[in-house]
């Protein structure tokens, strides 16, 4: 009768999980982003050390951004 409404949704979990996995990697990317900017600016740097937290820094804050999107809404992916 009601079997489709009480059957639980792994399609939603799993994105879910895929979500709390983008902030755990985004958030380990910006917290080892945060010393690494005090040792370049305190020695002398070139630009591709500039680059690399520019590279970090965005990346980390995308994923973050992603996976609190996909904890948030999980139907935004479609299957």
Do not use: H
């Amino acid at each position: 009768m009601n079997a489709e409404k009480n059957q639980f949704d792994w399609a939603r979990l799993i994105k879910r999980l895929f979500g709390a996995v983008c902030v755990a990697i985004g958030l380990a990317l910006l917290s080892n982003l945060l010393p690494a900017i005090g040792d370049i600016l305190g020695n002398s740097s070139t630009a591709r050390d500039y680059r690399a937290i520019w590279a970090f820094g965005l990346c980390g804050l995308l994923l973050l951004a992603f996976g609190g999107v996909m904890l948030y809404n999980p139907d935004l992916l479609k299957e």
